[in-house]
């Protein structure tokens, strides 16, 4: 499959999707509370979906007939899951992290993507450390995004700021293309060497969405749902995700809106 080059005839489209994506985090945020379960945020961005006129990617997703339809209208990984964590009726307890995963699809068919880490209640030190380290991660990387840069250099800025860190990169999960399909070339990996790997062009829109775990970087199938992943040693582990454009100058972040968290201030210095 080719990487889709978009056109400015595109552009409005897939900014309103990742918009909408957005704002159902924006939406859901004040309910992701101690005592709340993932099952109920659930409800929650179905009905903010509805009230958009939107509707979920993931709610009934199967990618293939190896995977059982996913049952949830978003994900939510929770502590040492990495991702496609199915809600349920467990109450979420001081001390958590929860990664929420948004894809919503237009009535004109586009999509928006994006993800965000929750921290429940007064959380570890470490907790949080890995939820600003994964956030950081991810900006960097994004401020690798420019015509004739390469995918490379967007995986290897992140990988050298996690290693360098302490944290360990998930390898067998990336970003990917994104417009009129959810998932669609090309791979972002959140690895990688400088140089390598596809030209990023203006008009270009995929995700980056790092995995960064506190421990050793295995993971593996937890269960029988056919879709949670869970970190190997049961170490926390966490994501952030945006959904990105490459413009003739640089990037512009799609899935940004009012309640967005605020930016590094190392990206602010790029961008004043």
């Given amino acids: 499959m080719s990487i889709t080059i978009n056109t400015e005839a595109d552009f409005p489209g897939l900014r309103q999707a990742c918009r909408l994506a957005s704002e159902v985090l924006d939406y859901i945020t004040p309910h992701i509370q101690p005592g709340v379960t993932t099952l109920e945020i659930d409800r929650l961005a179905a009905e903010c979906m509805a009230q958009q006129g939107t509707r979920s990617a993931t709610l009934n997703y199967q990618p293939s007939a190896e995977y059982p339809p996913f049952p949830g209208s978003i994900c939510t990984s929770l502590n040492h899951v990495v991702c496609h964590g199915i809600p349920n009726d467990k109450p979420l307890k001081k001390g958590d992290i929860l990664n929420v995963d948004v894809t919503v699809i237009t009535k004109d068919g586009w999509y928006g993507d994006n993800s965000r880490m929750f921290e429940i209640g007064e959380t570890s030190i470490a907790a949080k450390r890995l939820c600003r380290l994964t956030f950081e991660a991810m900006w960097l990387g994004i401020l690798q995004v420019k015509p004739g840069n390469r995918l490379g250099d967007v995986g290897f800025a992140i990988q050298k700021f996690a290693e360098a860190n302490g944290l360990s990169v998930v390898r067998e999960f990336c970003g990917h293309g994104i417009g009129k399909r959810f998932h669609e070339e090309p791979q972002v990996l959140h690895y990688g060497r400088p140089g390598t790997m596809e030209v990023l062009e203006p008009g270009m829109v995929f ?66």
Avoid: C
């Avoid at 995700?241 to 602010?268: N, R």
């Fill in 207 to 272: 995700t980056i969405e790092p995995m960064l775990n506190l421990g050793r970087r295995e993971i593996k199938e937890s269960g029988k749902d056919g879709w949670t992943i869970v970190t190997k040693d049961r170490s926390l582990t966490a994501q952030w995700e945006h959904q990105i454009l490459v413009t003739p100058t640089g990037y512009e972040v799609l899935t940004l809106s009012a309640g967005s968290p605020k930016l590094p201030e190392f990206v602010k210095a790029t961008t004043t």
